[in-house]
């Protein structure tokens, strides 16, 4: 008989960063499952223009455009913090991760309340017709993953703040942050189907 010859990884970190964490392969067939969706609504919406001679059609005005920039500029200025929380987070610096973890949440507040009069400056309702009933999917889709990732945000910063400190909540901060760019970044083609599209088009 052989001798069993046996590997001590009791000293191994309970997680990686980056690529080397299955959380990450995981977030990344996340964003690329809902970009899919994404696309599919844009294309949704795409394809019912073609069917209107006028778009808006029924004379309906297009959404204001102010309320879409400032959440866009909103959302473009929470990169910043977000990348600092991945920063920290990597560095396994608890510090600098409760306070990025507490301004990304004050970005979200902000966000999801200009949301609010982005939805009533839409100057259209779902059930008016095809182009609102499209628009409100376009923002409520992208809604649903910022509040989403909002009460992911604020479930980690809690965690955080009352422990267990754990290493693998580090990833998950990193995760977080990595998530919330594919979220910045899905709505700059939203943003401009549904506010500039309608004046371009």
Do not use: Q
């Amino acid at each position: 008989m052989s001798a069993t010859r046996t590997l001590d990884v009791g000293a191994l970190p309970p997680g990686a960063f980056g690529s080397r964490s299955l959380m990450w392969w995981g977030t990344m067939g996340i964003v690329i499952i809902e970009g899919t969706v994404f696309a599919l609504a844009i294309a949704a919406y795409f394809f019912y223009r073609t069917r209107y001679p006028a778009w808006p059609p029924h004379g309906i005005a297009p959404p204001d455009v102010r309320w879409g920039t400032i959440n866009t500029l909103v959302l473009l200025a929470s990169v910043a913090p977000n990348v600092f929380a991945k920063w920290a987070a990597e560095k396994l610096d608890l510090r600098g991760v409760r306070v990025w973890m507490v301004v990304c949440l004050l970005f979200g507040v902000v966000f999801n309340t200009v949301r609010v009069y982005e939805f009533r400056h839409l100057n259209v309702f779902w059930d008016h017709d095809a182009y609102g009933s499209i628009v409100w999917v376009l923002l409520g889709l992208h809604t649903t993953h910022i509040i989403t990732d909002f009460l992911d945000t604020a479930v980690l910063a809690v965690l955080m703040f009352v422990g267990p400190i754990e290493e693998k909540r580090f990833i998950d901060v990193e995760e977080n942050a990595v998530y919330w760019n594919f979220v910045v970044l899905a709505w700059l083609p939203i943003y401009g189907v549904i506010y500039w599209a309608p004046r371009l088009i």
